[in-house]
């Protein structure tokens, strides 16, 4: 049976089958949630009165590394795509190969920065030629859902803010020529901020329709983008941002007030159309969350909460009642039965069952790689997590000269396993001086990968491990070996190996239940470092806040024994950890 003839189209303002039409979205990152809770989330976006729901598509998680897709779980977008479909909503589709997000890499993937020559964002051919290989095949996945197939996407984006790093029209053109070429028939929107020089580095405006990014002041910057574009076109913020992201070590959990939300949002819809940034923020499972660089690194939280309509688990806020009280005044509201049952439990306090030393079991983890010099995370091919450095430094002797050279983003560096000092960005390449003590000395680093920077200046150099060399007493070391830590089978972890207190490790603990909810994984009296649950990565923890708890979804969980494993970086560890049922904010 074919689908009925639909249309959308962008002229003076939205046109639904021949009929005006106000896009009232709200964004949800399908990659940030689990698969289960999709219909959950999009259910309470549509009883809020949105007829429309927007995504990124994370080019890194879909073509990991170069040439290897993924489609499924997590990532299958066009499940996502058609259950939206399901409950009447359409779709405005972000495909644009970055999309920032606060996300590893702003969605580009490591890879790309094997051509040492590449430059991200702009008309360099080769960057062009990924591209293009990767539409041809993520368009297999949804291409047939377009309006003018019968389907729910209306609208795909371009590029992403591309007004504030680059004015390269020639690039903005080929990505609209390959976004056509490989399927895309519905209208193409940018997005940029209405500040500087934004809109006209990042408008072209012959082939895409210019949208703004911003929070407030939406009046003064919808009478600019009216100025800017022309009084016959429509008018729409993008991204509409309602809360914040947080970085580890910030004060507290970014918050926003739903008054001045809700006001903001009724003088958008009383000329426009919106697209609610976040509806629902979700989290930032495994090593994705990205990075921000202005005056030092400032990595971003495992919770992508972001002060939301929605919780990061899924609760409905009362910013989320402020904003359907005023959604009520342009639309009708549609009566929507959840169907998903969520609970949370506080499954109590587990004790360790088994610890390892990650110096014990770094042969079970990887293969050392051999080199003169030591290798970037982009040479070893290693989308994200550590790299354990290893040399020989020889006799005892003073050390007085010690440097990290292009070296990011946090490195701890051991002498004969015993901890000497922790480098972190702006005092990574400052001098240091230690003794060597026995007659044979070695040397090990350990570096980690915080998020590769998703927004700035910076994204063409974000090579991570050490890229330069470690120098010692003034001259380069030579001679390394390097373990890959992905962490992605932490099946072949031995605990029988040594434990040394103080040291990097490995912590095993086992949780029984009998009843799957929603939980939170309590880390206080841990340091720094990453958890994972049945084999699957939370993500990072770290004592500087503000996130003190973990979110686990039920999915993740099974009835009975589950496992879970603590990598710990900094020696600093409990004999417990905690399962509550909130997130402690």
Same mark, same amino acid.
């Given at each position: 049976?074919?689908?009925?003839?639909?249309?959308?189209?962008?002229?003076?303002?939205?046109?639904?089958?021949?009929?005006?039409?106000?896009?009232?979205?709200?964004?949800?990152?399908?990659?940030?949630?689990?698969?289960? $809770?999709?219909?959950?989330?999009?259910?309470?976006?549509?009883?809020?009165?949105?007829?429309?729901?927007?995504?990124?598509?994370?080019?890194?998680?879909?073509?990991?590394?170069?040439?290897?897709?993924?489609?499924?779980?997590?990532?299958?977008?066009?499940?996502?795509?058609?259950?939206?479909?399901?409950?009447?909503?359409?779709?405005?589709?972000?495909?644009?190969?970055?999309?920032?997000?606060?996300?590893?890499?702003?969605?580009?993937?490591?890879?790309?920065?094997?051509?040492?020559?590449?430059?991200?964002?702009?008309?360099?051919?080769?960057?062009?030629?990924?591209?293009?290989?990767?539409?041809?095949?993520?368009?297999?996945?949804?291409?047939?859902?377009?309006?003018?197939? /019968?389907?729910?996407?209306? *609208?795909?984006?371009?590029?992403?803010?591309?007004?504030?790093?680059?004015?390269?029209?020639?690039?903005?053109?080929?990505?609209?020529?390959?976004?056509?070429?490989?399927?895309?028939?519905?209208?193409?929107?940018?997005?940029?901020?209405?500040?500087?020089?934004?809109?006209?580095?990042?408008?072209?405006?012959?082939?895409?329709?210019?949208?703004?990014?911003?929070?407030?002041?939406?009046?003064? $910057?919808? %009478?600019?983008?009216?100025?800017?574009?022309?009084?016959?076109?429509?008018?729409?913020?993008?991204?509409?941002?309602?809360?914040?992201?947080?970085?580890?070590?910030?004060?507290?959990?970014?918050?926003?007030? !739903?008054?001045? !939300?809700?006001?903001?949002?009724?003088?958008?819809?009383?000329?426009?159309?919106?697209?609610? $940034?976040?509806?629902? /923020?979700?989290?930032?499972?495994?090593?994705?969350? /990205?990075?921000?660089?202005?005056?030092?690194?400032?990595?971003?939280?495992?919770?992508?909460?972001?002060? %939301?309509?929605?919780?990061?688990?899924?609760?409905?806020?009362?910013?989320?009642? !402020?904003?359907?009280?005023?959604? %009520?005044?342009?639309?009708? *509201?549609?009566?929507?039965?959840?169907?998903?049952?969520?609970?949370?439990?506080?499954?109590?306090?587990?004790? #360790?069952?088994?610890?390892?030393?990650?110096?014990?079991?770094?042969?079970?983890?990887?293969?050392?790689?051999?080199?003169?010099?030591?290798?970037?995370?982009?040479?070893?091919?290693?989308?994200?997590?550590?790299?354990?450095?290893?040399?020989?430094?020889?006799?005892?002797?003073? #050390?007085?000269?010690?440097? @990290?050279?292009?070296?990011?983003?946090? %490195?701890?560096?051991?002498?004969?396993?015993?901890?000497?000092?922790?480098?972190?960005?702006?005092?990574?390449?400052?001098?240091?001086?230690?003794?060597?003590?026995?007659?044979?000395?070695?040397?090990?680093?350990?570096?980690?990968?915080?998020?590769?920077?998703?927004?700035?200046?910076?994204?063409?150099?974000?090579?991570?491990?050490?890229?330069?060399?470690?120098?010692?007493?003034?001259?380069?070391?030579?001679?390394?070996?390097?373990?890959?830590?992905?962490?992605?089978?932490?099946?072949?972890?031995?605990?029988?190996?040594?434990?040394?207190?103080?040291?990097? !490790?490995?912590?095993?603990?086992?949780?029984?239940?009998?009843?799957?909810?929603?939980?939170?994984?309590?880390?206080?009296?841990?340091?720094?470092?990453?958890?994972?649950?049945?084999?699957?990565?939370?993500?990072?923890?770290?004592?500087?806040?503000?996130?003190?708890?973990?979110?686990?979804?039920?999915? @993740?969980?099974?009835?009975?024994?589950?496992?879970? #494993?603590?990598?710990?970086?900094?020696?600093?560890?409990?004999?417990?950890?905690?399962?509550?049922?909130?997130?402690?904010?």
């Amino acid at each position: 049976m074919s689908k009925p003839d639909r249309s959308f189209t962008v002229t003076d303002q939205f046109y639904l089958n021949g009929e005006p039409f106000k896009i009232i979205s709200g964004a949800i990152h399908y990659f940030r949630v689990v698969p289960e $809770y999709w219909q959950d989330r999009l259910e309470k976006l549509k009883a809020l009165g949105c007829n429309t729901v927007e995504t990124y598509v994370p080019w890194n998680m879909h073509e990991s590394r170069e040439g290897e897709y993924h489609f499924s779980g997590m990532y299958d977008v066009r499940k996502f795509i058609q259950t939206a479909e399901e409950l009447g909503l359409y779709v405005i589709l972000r495909p644009s190969p970055y999309i920032c997000a606060e996300w590893e890499f702003g969605g580009l993937p490591f890879w790309l920065l094997r051509d040492g020559e590449m430059k991200l964002r702009f008309s360099y051919p080769p960057y062009l030629e990924k591209i293009d290989r990767y539409y041809r095949r993520l368009f297999e996945e949804f291409k047939d859902l377009q309006i003018s197939d /019968g389907g729910p996407i209306i *609208l795909m984006q371009v590029e992403n803010e591309y007004g504030s790093y680059g004015n390269d029209k020639n690039y903005l053109y080929s990505l609209i020529e390959l976004l056509r070429k490989h399927g895309a028939t519905v209208p193409l929107v940018t997005s940029d901020g209405p500040w500087h020089d934004m809109l006209d580095n990042g408008s072209v405006q012959d082939a895409a329709l210019p949208t703004i990014n911003c929070g407030s002041g939406t009046k003064e $910057y919808f %009478a600019r983008l009216r100025e800017f574009h022309g009084e016959e076109r429509p008018l729409m913020v993008m991204e509409f941002w309602i809360g914040w992201f947080d970085a580890w070590g910030d004060k507290e959990h970014h918050t926003r007030d !739903a008054e001045s !939300a809700a006001a903001e949002l009724s003088d958008i819809l009383s000329e426009g159309s919106v697209n609610i $940034y976040m509806f629902h /923020g979700g989290t930032n499972f495994g090593f994705t969350s /990205g990075a921000n660089y202005y005056d030092k690194l400032s990595p971003d939280t495992t919770s992508y909460d972001y002060d %939301a309509l929605l919780t990061e688990w899924g609760d409905i806020t009362p910013k989320y009642k !402020a904003f359907q009280q005023v959604i %009520a005044r342009f639309t009708e *509201l549609p009566k929507v039965k959840f169907s998903t049952d969520i609970q949370k439990k506080a499954y109590g306090e587990i004790p #360790v069952k088994q610890k390892v030393s990650l110096f014990s079991v770094a042969d079970q983890l990887a293969e050392p790689v051999k080199s003169p010099y030591p290798l970037t995370m982009e040479v070893l091919n290693q989308p994200s997590g550590y790299v354990l450095y290893q040399a020989d430094l020889g006799k005892q002797r003073r #050390v007085e000269d010690f440097r @990290l050279i292009q070296c990011a983003d946090r %490195a701890q560096v051991f002498i004969n396993q015993k901890h000497i000092f922790t480098k972190y960005d702006l005092d990574m390449e400052e001098k240091e001086s230690f003794d060597l003590p026995d007659p044979e000395n070695e040397l090990m680093i350990l570096v980690e990968n915080m998020g590769r920077v998703n927004y700035s200046v910076k994204m063409n150099s974000q090579y991570k491990g050490i890229k330069g060399g470690v120098i010692v007493n003034g001259a380069f070391q030579s001679d390394w070996k390097q373990y890959v830590l992905s962490l992605d089978h932490l099946e072949t972890l031995d605990f029988t190996q040594g434990y040394l207190k103080g040291t990097p !490790a490995f912590y095993r603990f086992e949780l029984e239940i009998g009843e799957k909810g929603d939980t939170f994984l309590d880390f206080t009296g841990w340091g720094k470092g990453v958890a994972f649950i049945n084999g699957f990565n939370l993500g990072r923890f770290w004592e500087v806040g503000p996130q003190k708890r973990l979110y686990i979804p039920a999915p @993740l969980l099974k009835l009975g024994m589950n496992e879970v #494993v603590l990598f710990e970086t900094e020696g600093k560890n409990g004999e417990t950890i905690r399962f509550e049922d909130s997130a402690g904010y």
